[in-house]
């Protein structure tokens, strides 16, 4: 039925005597090597590479005027009003943060499920991880007001002998992030020093050769160093995995704490955990789709990869959705009537027109994912990560504002609209965004190449003459085992 | 063309399964300071070269408990003692309102161990090492399985290791220098 030239890149057939190949094509050690690090050893750089940098600096520069003339004039500059004193800072800093979570997933939580198809995949959306949180975390800091001050955030000894208010979400919030940048980057960083290791190896040009060697901190593929490596890395999995479900009900507990209706219900600590996990794995699938296409990744980051990725998009947006429909219902169910009134004017309000953008993008759309031919797709599932990372952003815009602009009392209700530089800012943290994901590519190995060895058939010290009984990795040849007995 | 004193022998291998049973050759020898070097974490090897756990875990568990311990004084002591104030009628100190806290410094101090005790542990940053002057070596770190046997081994004997590692099976065995012209 299919071409036979393209058919071997399609590995997506749910037949269970046929086992899928996680890596396509002939490759071995040999090959995984050459194909990630000439991306950036060897190849030229690509003028399109060139054209999308100098317009991704140029919005990130566009952020940085607007936060300087934030700082410069003050919060009025942006749209808020009286009852809607909290705008699109927090609704991007939300956002931002929730599309960190599918790279925490993706390494830590699969990693834990054993899931190797991550290998593929994980670099990549660890890096993206620490760049949203990046973005996110420049508007908590802009939005303060008094910019000058923000150290108050953090517990400094300081001549007023004053100390921040621990027992405050919003504090929680700023160890909760810290936390999660930093870990993140650690074992962001831990994964990659092998992959480090083998750029400088194969490096030609002395600075190359230099800035990879520091980097990589003399790693030379030594056992004993594997061997604690291995250990450590399943323990930062563990320490992430725990992480990655408080980040974001800590953000949570930001409105859920509160006494508003639509914000002051339990059940935001696990919904907006499945609402990040699934608006993360939207902005993978986005930035990956065109960088397998662009350098030449398909057989490693192959069509089985985005189609389980689909599938986690469709189960927590599913999630999602049944979010939605029980917060309804509690509004209802609960009886209280302002918390009715809260829900009924978010459907069907002044922000009718958000609220309707979020289901259509974050519930409806996403169930095209149970046909096998649509999230097989590459445009149909691009098209639908473009959806959801519009749908996840009016999620936490509804939230945010619907609940503020009409609060108890109708004598101070207000509608909010942003203002140009709100707009500015928010396209300028896209742009920074891209930058650092534009700077990844170039100088780092967006494939995990030392992961995606241990998943190859040849990996196995059991593959070809050497096969014996007993499939389970870490079950060692039996002449061996023998002779280990002193 | 090498200077510098012997630092040990190596020989390359093509596949882990040829690796994986030449190591426990050269652990039954009773070899101490020697390693096998590969592009990944080869599944079985810590038995074939006869590790032992490391203690890690425990550098770990005394960070989190660091952890766990200074986020707990450090909310007593500010808002309790240091600077108490009464806000939204909440006590000054509390486990519900303290917990997040104390979970996340327990989580950052324990990430810190793990980092830092575990490239301790493995001596590193290590900026030079005379392996790295083998030109073959250097696909230790992409698609070539090797072993070293290092000369400061009290077993070590330059002829009979050699042809003891000749007959592992592996490539031609090149000696290794503190110090050699690339």
């Known amino acids: ?486 | 063309m090498s200077q510098g004193a012997l630092y040990g022998l190596l020989t390359e291998f093509e596949s882990p399964s040829l690796l994986l049973e030449a190591a426990a050759k050269v652990r039954d020898q009773g070899f101490r300071k020697w390693d096998v070097h590969t592009p990944f974490p080869v599944h079985g090897m810590d038995d074939a070269m006869g590790i032992r756990g490391t203690r890690l875990p425990w550098i770990i568990l005394a960070g989190g408990l660091t952890g766990l311990a200074a986020a707990t004084a450090m909310q007593w002591w500010m808002n309790a003692i240091d600077y108490p104030f009464v806000i939204s009628g909440k006590p000054l100190f509390g486990l519900p309102a303290n917990i997040p806290i104390m979970f996340e410094l327990t989580v950052l101090f324990s990430a810190f161990a793990t980092f830092f005790g575990m490239w301790g542990l493995n001596g590193m940053p290590r900026w030079y090492n005379p392996l790295l002057t083998n030109r073959r070596f250097r696909r230790a770190t992409q698609d070539r399985f090797f072993i070293v046997i290092e000369a400061r081994d009290p077993a070590f004997k330059l002829d009979q290791t050699r042809e003891f590692l000749a007959s592992l099976g592996g490539s031609e065995v090149e000696e290794v220098h503190e110090s050699a012209e690339d």
């Open chain 1, 1 to 486: 039925m299919k071409a036979a030239a393209t058919d071997y890149l399609n590995n997506t057939a749910d037949d269970p005597t046929r086992p899928q190949q996680l890596i396509l094509g002939n490759n071995d050690f040999t090959t995984i090597t050459e194909k990630v690090s000439d991306i950036v050893l060897e190849r030229k750089t690509p003028l399109a590479w060139y054209v999308a940098f100098t317009f991704t600096a140029g919005l990130t520069a566009i952020l940085f005027l607007m936060i300087g003339y934030l700082i410069l004039t003050g919060v009025g500059v942006w749209g808020l009003n009286n009852p809607v004193g909290w705008g699109w800072a927090i609704v991007n800093f939300v956002f931002w943060v929730g599309i960190g979570h599918a790279g925490t997933l993706i390494s830590a939580i699969l990693f834990l499920l054993r899931q190797k198809w991550r290998t593929s995949i994980n670099r990549f959306a660890e890096a993206m991880t620490i760049f949203a949180v990046i973005c996110a975390g420049i508007f908590p800091g802009i939005h303060v007001g008094r910019v000058w001050v923000v150290w108050w955030l953090f517990p400094i000894p300081n001549f007023q002998h004053m100390w921040p208010n621990f027992r405050s979400p919003l504090l929680w919030d700023v160890f909760a992030v810290g936390t999660y940048a930093t870990v993140s980057l650690l074992f962001w960083y831990t994964g990659m020093v092998p992959d480090l290791a083998t750029l400088r190896d194969r490096a030609k040009g002395k600075l190359q050769q230099i800035i990879y060697g520091i980097l990589s901190l003399g790693w030379v593929g030594s056992h004993r160093h594997w061997h604690r490596y291995e250990k450590a890395y399943l323990i930062l999995a563990g320490l992430a995995t725990p992480l990655v479900l408080s980040v974001h009900s800590v953000v949570s507990f930001d409105f859920a704490t509160a006494q508003l209706p639509g914000w002051h219900t339990t059940i935001f600590p696990p919904y907006f955990v499945a609402g990040a996990v699934f608006s993360g794995f939207a902005m993978v699938g986005t930035l990956l789709i065109p960088a397998r296409q662009f350098f030449g990744l398909k057989e490693i980051i192959s069509l089985h990869h985005l189609e389980n990725m689909n599938k986690i998009i469709l189960a927590t947006g599913s999630m999602v959705g049944f979010a939605y429909a029980t917060e309804f219902f509690i509004a209802w169910y609960g009886g209280n009537p302002t918390e009715g009134f809260t829900f009924v004017n978010r459907a069907f309000g002044p922000y009718a027109w958000a609220y309707w953008i979020m289901v259509t993008c974050n519930v409806i759309t996403p169930q095209l994912f149970w046909f096998k031919k649509l999230r097989t797709s590459i445009p149909v599932m691009w098209i639908l990560y473009i959806f959801v990372n519009i749908g996840m952003w009016f999620e936490r815009f509804v939230i945010t504002v619907t609940s503020l602009s009409r609060d108890f009392l109708p004598s101070s209700w207000a509608y909010y609209r942003p203002t140009i530089v709100d707009i500015l800012t928010f396209l300028g943290s896209w742009g920074l965004f891209f930058t650092l994901v534009l700077l990844f590519i170039r100088f780092l190995p967006m494939v995990a190449m030392a992961e995606v060895k241990t998943v190859m058939p040849m990996a196995d010290p059991h593959s070809g003459e050497r096969h014996i009984v007993g499939d389970y990795h870490g079950d060692i040849p039996e002449e061996i085992r023998k002779k280990g007995v002193k």
